[in-house]
């Protein structure tokens, strides 16, 4: 649990700082003028989905790492075995 | 490592055919260098915009080359027996000759302003950057792609028994066919075609090429270090996963400054920005594999341009192209020397590199050469790396002064103010491609020759070298990923460095005022930095590397030398 917390954290986190690397060029709401409901669900939709990329690499990552951290220690007991 | 299968053979001729188009490639690249410097040399002859296009069309055609050549050479070992239609892919073979020298001969017709229209069609070339070749090579080039992803999913086993291998080849060969189907529309309004463009163009390379290049590393891989496939298959999983997921919508950061609607420039800049994220991923995937065991690198040239392609593919492509994505630093670096500055070192270091990989691992074995000399793969790789990052040293570079001198100051582009200011970036671009250009011949000439030169000489180890002249120094020290994350964070932190000196251009103080003091301040500390991290870090890894071998075959000295260093 506190890992899911700590990586949905960090996920949201970076995907705020690149939010505001694009700043200006999305408020003129230039293409659906007469409805800021749509960009409401246009922003609310393109964070989310965001933080979900992030989210996933972050675990993907440990996972990976866990791996190696199991066939490195499958390995040492193989080792053992032969000596 | 012998070969298996006989239709592997097939993949040789690909991978000369591939070094062939790269010494040409080169060779253009090195005259477009020289006419940035005097624009007058053979003008008339070879037109600067026509030596471009044989540069790029040349540059993705090598490129495909390597890769046909690694898919073919791959798949009947991942199918378990012989490619089926073998005389389909010599027909393939024939048909890119031909569609090569179709297109170096119709590029040419630029110049004098033929297209050969015909049927409301520009049947002989069309002038679209990257996809200048008319409808006729375009036709055959998705015969070809058909060719190759029909021949590929007939050879793999049912779709039931695929693994992610399976799964990431056969989507990579079938989405190469469709992604290319964009490039066959004409569309009247500019805007539009070019949309349709940037569709062939980016979603192969950050889309279909991306899937291509991580299964493939993953497969070499496997078979160079005996890594357990499970693992590896979760890793080219997640690795086409978050390709696609970033992507896919990433991709918009094209679609900013093209006459398209603006609002993809929130979607645009928010994914460009997870865009590197599996390529982190693909680095740290790579680091692991390499040290599941300990085993000396047993072909050594192989390795080192896997570990380039897959360093490359992080500075260039994920550092350089997150530098210069986001919609407030892509309005300024869009179509200047930025681009190139990225874009060489991600097309070339990414999937050219993985070419010659492949090429490096499966020709000793198709030409039952045990044991060869393995110095010239290495001073090639040295050559081709370092020329590569001097080249995006000098476009970067140049680059920063094209964008305050053309962009703020708005001095005349033909006017020669710009080519003053960017003078001494002109004038490293030819000496690096000289440094560039060497590297290839030496990598071409090493491959086209391996097996028919004496093999390594008497009383030289396995890689060429002899046996007594690797120190073992604190730099072959073995690499943990505690380090390797801190040689990862440095390239990260000077990319950072680059991002704000963009940044910085949206400064009233640079964009009002016309100071350039900040932005070339920090261009002139991120690129240098960064580009020499990358060198010392490649150097570092291979050091620790060959370190290997060294431990291996002298036990009895690895344990006496670093107690002395």
């Known amino acids: 649990m506190t890992h899911r917390i700590t990586d949905l954290t960090i996920s949201v986190l970076a995907c705020v700082i690149a939010v505001l690397l694009s700043w200006p060029f999305w408020r003129s709401y230039a293409y659906w003028p007469e409805s800021h409901l749509a960009w409401l669900i246009y922003f609310v939709t393109g964070f989310v989905l965001a933080v979900y990329v992030f989210y996933v690499f972050i675990g993907s990552l440990r996972i990976l790492f866990l791996h190696d951290t199991q066939e490195q220690g499958t390995a040492a007991t193989d080792k053992a075995k032969i000596s | 490592m012998q070969i298996e299968y006989q239709t592997q053979r097939l993949s040789l001729r690909f991978f000369m055919l591939m070094l062939v188009l790269f010494v040409i490639q080169v060779g253009y690249g090195m005259l477009l260098s020289v006419q940035q410097v005097d624009p007058t040399v053979l003008a008339g002859v070879m037109n600067f915009n026509v030596a471009r296009a044989e540069h790029l069309n040349l540059g993705i055609l090598w490129i495909l080359c390597g890769f046909i050549g690694a898919i073919l050479f791959v798949s009947p070992l991942l199918s378990k027996r012989e490619m089926f239609a073998p005389w389909l892919i010599k027909l393939l073979f024939y048909a890119l000759i031909v569609i090569v020298l179709w297109n170096m001969f119709t590029l040419r017709l630029a110049q004098v302003g033929i297209a050969g229209w015909w049927h409301g069609q520009p049947w002989l070339q069309q002038g679209l950057e990257y996809l200048e070749p008319g409808r006729i090579a375009g036709v055959l080039v998705l015969v070809g792609f058909a060719i190759l992803a029909f021949v590929v999913l007939r050879t793999f086993p049912p779709v039931r028994q695929?693994?992610?291998?399976h799964w990431g080849l056969g989507l990579g060969v079938s989405a190469l066919m469709v992604v290319w189907v964009f490039g066959l529309f004409y569309v009247a309004r500019l805007d539009l075609q070019e949309y349709f463009r940037w569709f062939v163009v980016h979603y192969w390379v950050e889309g279909v090429w991306e899937v291509i290049h991580i299964t493939l590393v993953g497969f070499l891989l496997v078979l160079m270090f005996k890594v357990d496939i499970k693992s590896v298959g979760f890793a080219v999983f997640w690795g086409v996963a978050l390709v696609w997921l970033s992507g896919l919508i990433g991709n918009a950061h094209h679609y900013f400054w093209i006459g398209t609607p603006a609002f993809w420039q929130f979607w645009g800049s928010l994914f460009s920005a997870l865009e590197p994220l599996p390529l982190v991923f693909c680095f740290w995937h790579i680091y692991l594999d390499a040290h599941t065991n300990k085993r000396p690198l047993e072909n050594a040239p192989a390795f080192y341009f896997i570990l380039g392609s897959v360093v490359l593919e992080q500075i260039g492509a994920g550092i350089l192209g997150f530098s210069m994505t986001f919609a407030l630093t892509n309005v300024w670096s869009h179509g200047t020397w930025i681009t190139p500055g990225h874009g060489h070192l991600a097309l070339f270091g990414t999937f050219g590199m993985l070419g010659i990989a492949a090429a490096y691992f499966a020709v000793p074995i198709m030409r039952q050469v045990n044991n060869y000399d393995q110095r010239l793969g290495k001073l090639g790789f040295w050559l081709?790396?370092?020329?590569?990052?001097?080249?995006a040293f000098a476009f970067n570079l140049g680059g920063t002064v094209q964008i305050y001198v053309y962009r703020i100051l708005g001095l005349d582009w033909f006017g020669?103010?710009?080519?003053?200011?960017?003078?001494?970036?002109?004038?490293?671009?030819?000496?690096?491609?000289?440094?560039?250009?060497?590297?290839?011949l030496v990598v071409a000439y090493d491959l086209i020759t391996l097996g028919r030169r004496i093999s390594a000489p008497a009383g030289t180890d396995a890689h060429g070298g002899a046996a007594t002249v690797h120190p073992v120094t604190r730099w072959g020290r073995p690499l943990s990923g505690f380090e390797a994350g801190i040689w990862?964070?440095?390239?990260?932190?000077?990319?950072?460095?680059?991002?704000?000196?963009?940044?910085?251009?949206?400064?009233?103080?640079?964009?009002?005022e016309g100071d350039p003091t900040l932005p070339y301040l920090l261009a002139g500390i991120g690129y240098p930095g960064l580009l020499l991290v990358t060198l010392l870090f490649v150097w570092r890894f291979l050091a620790s590397m060959e370190a290997r071998t060294y431990a291996v075959e002298t036990p009895s000295l690895l344990r006496i030398l670093p107690a002395q260093a």
């Not at chain 2, 695929?162 to 291998?165: K, M, T």
């Not at chain 2, 990319?495 to 000196?501: P, R, V």
């Open chain 2, 162 to 165: 695929w693994n992610e291998i």
């Open chain 2, 384 to 391: 081709l790396l370092t020329g590569m990052l001097g080249m």
């Open chain 2, 416 to 440: 020669g103010d710009v080519a003053h200011a960017m003078g001494v970036f002109k004038l490293l671009l030819p000496l690096f491609g000289v440094l560039f250009a060497v590297g290839a």
């Open chain 2, 488 to 512: 990862l964070l440095m390239m990260w932190v000077f990319g950072a460095i680059i991002t704000l000196g963009l940044l910085s251009f949206n400064l009233p103080r640079v964009r009002v």
